[in-house]
């Protein structure tokens, strides 16, 4: 509908706004945030009690498997030459408890594309922070791996909002798989949000398959320099409201 205004979080919004809240906006996301951590603790407490669900289920280790295509070595080259160790490794991570979290949910989803966004979505939070959302320079890079392999315009904007709809509360299958996914996934390795849905054995796995290399440290300080340079945007948001750096340091890994 010509004049309205794009969905919160997705490519078109985050390019309009830079990625900068309205009061509305920041009101909308208070009760996704309130439900996270309630959910959370709830979650949290029935690991600790041995009564998640995960240890019901079983994950067969073959899903996580990283699919192999132009798009996704083209992905997957991007991210060795600009993420640090640490943050390259927690792009692993994602994609492999996003498409872990997809198989128990009976999502079908796009593993290549959810691969590509997984590797490209933090692209923006390895340099130096700008006055916009960091995840329009991830989709920039995204653009541009799209355009090298000759990928279609729907599966480029697929990508392309996913990432940067990634770091938005309450992102939820409605929004399309690879941004549910990529979403899920996310959580899982930066607050342990729905760890308790997954097999212990997945979570291990994956761990040790990619080294967290004290990981929370510098993921928190990466989301601290995003904060301050974009005060009205969704990393503050999220540093304010969702307590955003204890959530981290409680996430049930080490490192």
Not at 120 to 137: M, N, R, S, Y
Not at 154 to 176: F, K, L, N, Q, Y
Not at 185 to 205: C, E, H, T
Request: charged fraction near 20%; proline fraction near 5%.
């Amino acid at each position: 509908m010509p004049g309205s205004t794009p969905q919160l979080g997705t490519h078109a919004w985050t390019a309009c706004t830079g990625g900068r809240l309205t009061r509305s906006e920041v009101r909308g996301l208070l009760w996704p945030i309130a439900r996270a951590h309630a959910v959370n603790a709830a979650g949290r407490f029935a690991m600790a009690a041995g009564l998640n669900s995960g240890r019901r289920t079983r994950v067969d280790p073959c899903v996580l498997i990283t699919p192999s295509s132009v798009l996704t070595r083209a992905a997957e080259e991007q991210a060795q030459q600009r993420l640090s160790p640490t943050l390259l490794n927690h792009s692993y991570r994602t994609y492999a408890f996003g498409v872990a979290l997809g198989t128990l949910e009976d999502i079908d989803v796009d593993r290549e594309l959810l691969f590509a966004a997984a590797m490209l979505h933090d692209i923006g939070l390895a340099g130096p922070a700008q006055p916009v959302d960091f995840t329009l320079a991830s989709a920039r890079v995204a653009r541009d791996v799209a355009e090298q392999v000759g990928l279609s315009t729907a599966a480029t904007e697929t990508v392309r909002s996913a990432i940067t709809m990634h770091h938005s509360p309450g992102v939820t299958p409605a929004d399309g798989a690879v941004a549910y996914l990529l979403s899920a996934g996310a959580g899982v390795d930066v607050m342990g949000l729905r760890s308790w849905k997954l097999p212990a054995d997945i979570l291990a796995r994956t761990v040790l398959e990619r080294p967290r290399i004290a990981f929370k440290r510098e993921f928190a300080d990466a989301f601290r320099a995003e904060a301050a340079a974009v005060p009205s945007g969704r990393a503050r948001l999220l540093r304010r409201y969702g307590a955003f750096d204890l959530a981290i340091k409680l996430a049930p890994f080490r490192g």
